[in-house]
Every structure is written in C-alpha cells, then in structure tokens.
C-alpha cells in the first residue's frame, strides 16, 4: 500500500524545497506557482484519482455478468493516469484492478504480456489490450451493459 503513494509524495517534498527555495530568492509568487504545479502533479499521480480497485477473481465475474472492461493498472504509472483522465467520467464503469495490490491481477497481466507487467491491460471480452488507445477503452464501455 505504501508503496503507490511514494511518487506522490516525492513530488510533494520536491514541490515543498522548491517552494520554499524560490520563496527565500525573493519570488513568492513563482514558489506558489512551482507549488501548484507540484501539487497536480502528486494528486495525478496519486491513488485517489483512479476508481475504487476490486480484486481480479472479482473484476472478472463482474464483467462476465456486464460485458464491461477490465483495467489493470498501477500507482505512478504515467500510461494508466493518461487512460484514466482520457476516459473522464466513463473511467468510473470500467473495472479497475490494481496490480500492486492484488497478486492475481499482476499473474493476469504477466500472462497476457509475456511475463512483464505492462499497464494499463484492458481486457475486453476476455481478450486483453496493452496500452489501447483511450477513445477505443471509451467506445468499449459505450457498448457494455
């Protein structure tokens, strides 16, 4: 668990020296900026932008029973947040699974890349997509259930 929140706050202590650096060089207003950027960037990469996780076992019986895909993902990876802000609201009806957190979605993704775990993996109808293109995941959730 700990492990998916390290990025954020790495850029969060980095954002903090810099800040607090360019405040002391007499320029409040860029460290507030640099901040900022620190900021978005964190919360970007942070856990909390991406829905809720199930398990893999249990991601696989919902989208049996709803035709919806399959997203398995990580915490810091720059692929999944892309996905995950492409897909805007729809993001929410897809099933997420994060493969730091459940061993038996990072076997699923091995086996469906060769033995790396390359996220985001969208599986769609039982076939698994490496890194698809956002509007393709988007069009896929327009058509399930």
Known sequence: MMRAWILPLLLL???SVVGARTASGGSPGV???????????AGANS???????VGALEARRRSEADGRPIVYWRPGCQYCVRLRLR????????HWVD????PAGAAEVR????????????VVAGRPHTNPDPAWVREQLSHAA
């Open 13 to 15: 202590l980095c954002g």
């Open 31 to 41: 460290a507030v900026a640099v901040l900022a950027v620190f900021l978005l960037l």
């Open 47 to 53: 856990p909390l932008v991406f829905p809720r996780s």
């Open 87 to 94: 897909l805007g609201r729809t993001a929410r009806r897809a």
């Open 99 to 102: 493969i730091w957190r459940d």
């Open 111 to 122: 086996a469906a890349n060769g033995g790396d775990e390359t996220v985001p993996t969208v």
